[in-house]
Nanobody
Framework: QVQLVESGGGLVQAGGSLRLSCAAS????????MGWFRQVPGKGREFVAA????????YYADFAQGRFTIPRDNAKNTVYLQMNTLKPEDTAVYYC???????????????????WGQGTQVTVSV
């Protein structure tokens, strides 16, 4: 089992920045990738960004490209979501997710992830 603990959400004005953190603990030896998804009421989870733990290849949704980054700290098994130039449409609950394995798995699909954090609210005001 892997446990994920998120932090860093909150209220920010449009144009501002926030950094979310997600710390993984437990059986992290087979960690394959970690990612961020977001969800607004009445809609499914939307891919935001992900990183493959071995090699560090990063993936971003089109809306996140150029504004968000997904740095990580391997030693702490922690991934971050640095969000800049935030827009009101970025308002959502943001979820951290982790997947385990050694073979190729797609990292932009929420169904592929094995573990999920509790979610943290991000609200961007006009």
């Amino acid at each position: 089992q892997v446990q994920l603990v998120e932090s860093g959400g909150g209220l920010v004005q449009a144009g501002g920045s926030l950094r979310l953190s997600c710390a993984a603990s437990g059986r992290t030896f087979w960690l394959y990738a970690m990612g961020w998804f977001r969800q607004v009421p009445g809609k499914g989870r939307e891919f935001v960004a992900a990183v493959r733990w071995s090699g560090g290849t990063e993936y971003y949704a089109d809306f996140a490209q150029g504004r968000f980054t997904i740095p990580r700290d391997n030693a702490k098994n922690t991934v971050y979501l640095q969000m800049n130039t935030l827009k009101p449409e970025d308002t959502a609950v943001y979820y951290c997710a982790a997947m385990q394995g050694i073979y190729y798995r797609p990292v932009t699909t929420d169904a592929e992830y094995d573990y999920w954090g509790q979610g943290t609210q991000v609200t961007v005001s006009v």
